[in-house]
């Protein structure tokens, strides 16, 4: 994959993460707060102060996830994102962190 196309996929997957999470603080009892700045999304959790911190790492051509649970790796396998360590896929797993520091719920998909 060229930097450029790998760029345009994490942008379009952080495009969607937030897109999804606001609709989420829109119509449920998530109250969570996005803030986008470059390759950085930052996901507040206005409850409980807590972040999710997701940013794109062009040189390794990976997503990078910082949440209360740890730090995770994830590179592209066809338009999915798979963590390097685990094989769980993005969505899924952010699913489990944003429910966990979100105190509620949450199912995250992937647009496509």
Known sequence: MTESEFLKQAEATLNQIEATLEALADTSELDVECTRSGNVLEIEFIDNGTKIIVNSQAPMQELWVAAKSGGFH???????????REGTELFAALSQMVSQQGGIDVTLHDAE
């Not at 994830?74 to 963590?83: A, S, V």
């Open 74 to 84: 994830f590179k592209t396998q066809g338009r999915r994102w798979i963590n390097t």
